[in-house]
Structures are given as structure tokens and as C-alpha cells.
């Protein structure tokens, strides 16, 4: 039973940097599809970023548009651990941030399928 546990959450100014980690314990994650979502106040969940292995230890990584160029998946598989770096925050980006991850090679972004979430992490963006 994998469990994941995010941290770094935080309230930043727009224009600030923040970074999240997501570790997990129970298993090794370096095989799964790793992922963070979001929910903000009264929103669906959206999905953020992806990394998936595609073969020994190359990962491809995915953004939502309204992050792309802005946040930064990576993962450190020798922690069990994946980062979702976040970049140039706008107040848009208020919301919890969830880690997900799934033995699974693919997992649709609307976050159905996966098999283990953490219980999230709050980020406020706010002047």
C-alpha cells in the first residue's frame, strides 16, 4: 500500500516561487505514474503535471497550459520522491495541490484511475 504525503504549501505574494514535494512510502514509486492536481474554492479538480517513465530512467512530463512554462515536475526516485516546482504564481493558482501516483504506464488527466492520492497541501496566492 503506497501512501503519499505532499508538503510545502505555503501563502506567497504573485510573482513567487514555491515548491512542493509529494513522498512516498510503501513501495517504490520510480515505476509509476507520478502526478499532482489541484482544486481550487468551489472547482472541479484539474490536473496539473505528470512525469511517466517511458523506459529505464527517462520520464516524460506533461503541464496543463495554464501552467506550462511556469511549473516544473521532476522526481527523485533514489527519495521516493516527486516535486512540482512552481514558478511566476499568479492568484489563479490558489487552490490544494494533491499528489497522485498509479503502477499504471497511463492515466487520463481528469485523474480517474489513479490508485493512490495524498491528502493535499494548501498554496494561497495573495498580495
Known amino acids: 500500500q503506497v501512501q503519499l504525503i505532499e508538503s510545502g504549501g505555503g501563502l506567497v505574494q504573485p510573482g513567487d516561487s514555491l515548491s512542493l514535494s509529494c513522498a512516498a512510502s510503501?513501495?517504490?514509486?520510480?515505476?509509476?505514474?507520478m502526478a499532482w492536481f489541484r482544486q481550487a474554492p468551489g472547482m472541479e479538480r484539474e490536473f496539473v503535471a505528470s512525469?511517466?517513465?517511458?523506459?529505464?530512467?527517462?520520464?516524460?512530463?506533461n503541464y496543463a497550459d495554464s501552467v506550462k512554462g511556469r511549473f516544473a515536475i521532476s522526481r527523485n526516485n533514489a527519495k521516493n520522491t516527486v516535486y512540482l516546482e512552481m514558478n511566476n504564481q499568479r492568484v489563479v493558482d490558489t487552490a490544494i495541490y494533491y499528489c497522485?501516483?498509479?503502477?499504471?504506464?497511463?492515466?487520463?488527466?481528469?485523474?480517474?484511475?489513479?490508485?493512490?492520492w495524498g491528502e493535499g497541501t494548501d498554496v494561497i496566492v495573495s498580495s
Open positions: 512525469s511517466t517513465r517511458i523506459g529505464g530512467n527517462v520520464y516524460s512530463t
Open positions: 497522485a501516483a498509479d503502477p499504471a504506464l497511463f492515466r487520463p488527466r481528469t485523474g480517474e484511475g489513479y490508485g493512490y
Open positions: 510503501g513501495g517504490s514509486s520510480s515505476r509509476y505514474i
